[in-house]
């Protein structure tokens, strides 16, 4: 009897432990699980999810069209779990390199997130239109005082300088020219349009109309003067200009109403040109 005993007390000892064991083992899978779906569902509530967008300092875009490329990142789902419109995890970053993407004529997205209000604040910066970077065929785009083109112009005005040449094909969000090429050609303007010799109206003789770089060694400025040519990779284009001012005004010293043909400065101090 005692034998028996002893074996069936060992037997409900063994059903009990391994009903331990597994208690154990369903505790540790379901508590990570239930922890996770948890905080699923913590993620997905709607006090953290965007309720809106606020779009500062946007000039010529259209406030709406920032407003729904926002609204279009933040919709769908990371990982088919984790909303992209929760406010902890949306990356800045990565929405102002879509609004700077999509729109041409920003230059800067600085982007907010407003807890209390569930609001992301946008503020944007936009390029200047300071030229026009004009095709063969006459379709144009602005341009920044840097050489970047950022956006079709679809009504071409009489006030920017028009640039030519060097790209081919699509020219959006490209560069016309490096930063410091640039620099040199707007030296090379500001000596013509400012430094000239004042008219009879007070007024400058000098007003230049378009930029045209035709080669490595040849470009021609429009001016109602006449044409000027020079070497677009001349390292210092203001000493040019200023060769063709006192050219121009020496010879106008003594006929006024002269016009040129063109002036060609591509070779140092000797300065070629030609009259109508």
Do not use: H
């Not at 993407?101 to 992301?120: A, D, M, P």
């Not at 144009?140 to 040449?165: H, P, Q, W, Y």
């Not at 040199?184 to 007003?207: M, S, T």
């Not at 006192?246 to 040109?273: C, E, H, M, Q």
């Amino acid at each position: 009897m005692p034998e028996r005993r002893y074996k069936k007390t060992s037997s409900i000892i063994a059903k009990r432990r391994k009903a331990r064991r597994y208690v154990g083992i369903f505790l540790k899978i379901s508590l990570p699980v239930a922890f996770f779906i948890g905080l699923i569902f913590l993620l997905r509530a709607d006090f953290l999810q965007v309720a809106d967008f606020e779009v500062f300092d946007a000039e010529t875009v259209q406030t709406e069209s920032i407003k729904n490329t926002a609204s279009d990142f933040i919709s769908g789902t990371n990982f088919f779990l984790l909303p992209r419109s929760n406010i902890l995890f949306l990356s800045k970053a990565n929405l102002a390199a879509a609004l700077l993407s999509k729109f041409g004529r920003l230059q800067n997205v600085e982007v907010n997130k407003q807890f209390f209000s569930k609001s992301i604040e946008l503020s944007v910066s936009e390029r200047k239109k300071d030229f026009l970077w004009c095709s063969d065929q006459d379709k144009c785009f602005f341009m920044t005082k840097d050489g970047f083109i950022f956006d079709l112009a679809n009504e071409v005005g009489t006030d920017k300088i028009i640039f030519r040449g060097l790209l081919s094909g699509n020219p959006l969000m490209k560069n016309f020219s490096t930063p410091e090429k640039m620099q040199n050609y707007l030296g090379f303007i500001e000596i013509l349009k400012n430094a000239a010799r004042p008219n009879a109206a007070g007024g400058q003789d000098f007003q230049i109309s378009s930029i045209n770089i035709e080669s490595n060694d040849k470009a021609t400025a429009k001016s109602n003067t006449g044409d000027i040519i020079f070497s677009p990779d001349e390292e210092d284009l203001s000493t040019v200009a200023q060769n063709v001012i006192l050219l121009i005004n020496n010879i106008k010293s003594k006929t006024p109403s002269v016009r040129f043909s063109y002036v060609d400065a591509r070779f140092g101090n000797k300065i070629f040109y030609k009259l109508y």
